[in-house]
């Protein structure tokens, strides 16, 4: 088991930032890529960014691209999510995720462990 235990969330104005981070406990977090997802009210919950284990590689949705930047420290078991120029659809419940494997996915279904999730509301 991976427990999974995100921070960082909050109320931002439109076009500001904030940085989401994860920490990983339990059984080994080597090995593994990392995700983000995000969930908003009555949508289906999305793929964000990822991360692999190694080099690392990163990947992103068209929608956060160029604004948000996803980065890992194994040494200390974290991942975060630097938010920057963020927009009202930016707004949902963002969710940390462990996968199976190293690798660059985008699938929810390839993720196996997920945290409890923190907020983030920007403002109009």
């Known amino acids: 088991q991976v427990q999974l235990v995100e921070s960082g969330g909050g109320l931002v104005q439109a076009g500001g930032s904030l940085r989401l981070s994860c920490a990983a406990s339990?059984?080994?977090?080597?090995?593994?890529?990392m995700g983000w997802f995000r969930q908003a009210p009555g949508k289906d919950r999305e793929f964000v960014a990822a991360?692999?284990?190694?080099?690392?590689?990163?990947y992103y949705a068209a929608s956060v691209k160029g604004r948000f930047t996803i980065s890992r420290d194994n040494a200390k078991n974290t991942v975060s999510l630097q938010m920057n120029s963020l927009k009202p659809e930016d707004t949902g419940v963002y969710y940390c995720?462990?996968?199976?494997?190293?690798?660059?996915?985008?699938?929810?279904?390839?993720?196996?462990?997920w945290g409890q999730g923190t907020q983030v509301t920007v403002s109009s």
């Open positions: 991360i692999t284990w190694s080099g690392p590689s990163t």
């Open positions: 995720a462990a996968s199976r494997s190293d690798g660059l996915y985008s699938g929810r279904y390839s993720y196996q462990y």
């Open positions: 339990g059984r080994t977090f080597t090995g593994r890529a």
